[in-house]
């Protein structure tokens, strides 16, 4: 085995690029024999009271500590040539990733995760935590929570791990870990470790600012790798492989946040990538018209319409073609007359083709009353209709830590204060969006409604909503 080095943090917070280390615990492992090493960090923030009362580490002990800066060289001293062995990896690699990244010192190690050799070796557990592990396999817990401590149980479980299996399958698990990644290889293959396992939005860049695809999950982590383990399967996914030079992501609180996220992002970047999202200009709707005793659709653009403040629209169309298709399709399903619709020309009185193959009850031949054909139009129409808006204003959403402001079915941000929500709500409606209308139509159904409409910008009252 290589020389052997087990970390574990104690942090002000979950957030690696936001919160800061508070302890450094290390228990290095080689032919010399152990060596442990330990040090509280100033993290030149505030500690949360609940982190305190968690893991025994005040403000007071950690105000005459030193920071990061003043430790790194020996921290980067000491893992160097090292296997990184931490339990649950990607957050102990992660916090000294960024630390190390804002003084420009490189710190590219090769990571364990005794979480997942946990799973590999006993699959038949659910559990892989530390309090479990502990329990299930006998372990010495001196003081959890606090660096060095929890350094010491990692060590314990892996000699536990030499006792209990041949040195050959733990050597091969091990290999098979180490060695483990479903990244290009352009990407910094310990890149997993820093993927975020939360919902939120991720773009993949080739060799400029504009991104070649974007994505949205509940796990952006799962669904990054999801893209490269079909790499060889899809023509789509081996391409962006093969583009593929830089993964960033953006977190939100929850999925109505990715989907919105998403949606907006994909309109402004426009990546090459991404079809079914990208922003079309056009977009228009039927609207039922009067025309002598007859009524019909007739089909209107976005200039001229306040989707959400109308009653009377159906569907929406990014071409002409697309909406006579609908139409076509709706008067075919439900026995319209493609004459009476405008689908068809036809000298008055006379039949249209449909009249003649029994599929049209004789509209244009006053076959069937005006009035029936307008009723059964008016019904038919019924599943294309456009939901009005059904608040007097705009709304906000709840989600986690973010308020969604939404108005007219248009979203226009997400905020975490009433000074956000105002500045939103200055800033005014974009355009109207197909794509994010139909989310927010279904979404809305279960969601938190918070009116905004009777608060100006200036004076919102959202104390209980903050």
Wanted: proline residues 6%; charged residues 25%; neutral net charge.
């Amino acid at each position: 085995m290589p020389a052997l080095a087990f970390v574990d943090l104690e942090t002000t917070g979950a957030s690696p690029r936001q919160d800061r280390i508070t302890e450094i615990g290390i228990v290095l492992v080689d032919a010399d024999g152990v060596l442990e090493w330990s040090q509280l960090v100033n993290p030149q923030m505030r500690i949360p009271l609940f982190i305190e009362q968690m893991t025994g580490i005040s403000n007071e002990m950690v105000s005459g500590a030193p920071p990061f800066s003043a430790i790194a060289r020996q921290v980067w001293e000491l893992l160097e040539d090292r296997v990184f062995v931490a339990h649950n990896a990607r957050f102990d690699y992660s916090f000294l990733k960024n630390e190390f990244k804002r003084l420009d010192l490189p710190f590219q190690p090769q990571v364990l995760c005794t979480v997942k050799l946990s799973r590999a070796l006993y699959p038949q557990y659910h559990h892989h935590n530390l309090d479990s592990l502990i329990e299930r396999h006998g372990l010495t817990a001196n003081d959890r929570h606090r660096a060095l401590a929890d350094a010491q149980l990692i060590h314990q479980f892996w000699e536990h791990l030499h006792r209990e299996f041949p040195a050959e399958r733990l050597t091969d698990t091990v290999a098979g870990l180490l060695g483990k990644s479903s990244l290009p290889s352009r990407i910094d293959p310990l890149l997993t470790h820093e993927l975020p396992d939360g919902p939120g939005v991720y773009l993949f860049y080739g060799e400029n600012d504009l991104p070649l695809y974007i994505g949205k999950s509940v796990n952006i982590r799962q669904r990054v790798l999801a893209h490269f383990a079909a790499d060889h399967r899809h023509d789509k996914e081996m391409n962006l492989s093969q583009q593929l030079r830089r993964i960033d992501w953006l977190e939100t609180s929850g999925e109505l946040g990715a989907l919105l996220t998403e949606a907006k992002l994909i309109k402004q970047m426009m990546p090459v990538y991404n079809r079914r999202l990208r922003r079309k200009n056009a977009l228009g709707a039927w609207r039922l018209a009067q025309h002598g005793e007859q009524v019909r659709p007739e089909l209107v653009w976005a200039d001229a319409l306040d989707f959400g403040g109308q009653d009377n629209l159906y569907g929406l169309y990014h071409s002409q073609r697309d909406a006579q298709k609908a139409l076509r399709g709706l008067a075919e399903q439900h026995g319209l007359c493609l004459s009476v619709l405008g689908l068809e020309k036809t000298v008055p009185g006379r039949p249209c083709f449909g009249y003649q193959l029994k599929k049209c009850a004789g509209a244009c031949v006053g076959a069937e009353p005006h009035l029936a054909h307008a009723g059964r139009l008016f019904v038919a129409m019924q599943k294309l209709k456009l939901a009005t808006w059904p608040y007097p204003g705009p709304i906000g959403v709840r989600e986690g830590d973010d308020m969604h402001v939404i108005d007219r079915w248009c979203y226009l941000g997400s905020a975490r204060t009433e000074a956000d929500v105002a500045e939103l709500l200055e800033a005014g409606r974009p355009a109207f969006d197909r794509d994010t209308y139909t989310l927010l139509a279904k979404m809305l159904k279960k969601a938190r409604i918070i009116p905004l409409a009777s608060r100006s910008p200036a004076g919102l009252d959202l104390a209980d909503n903050f």
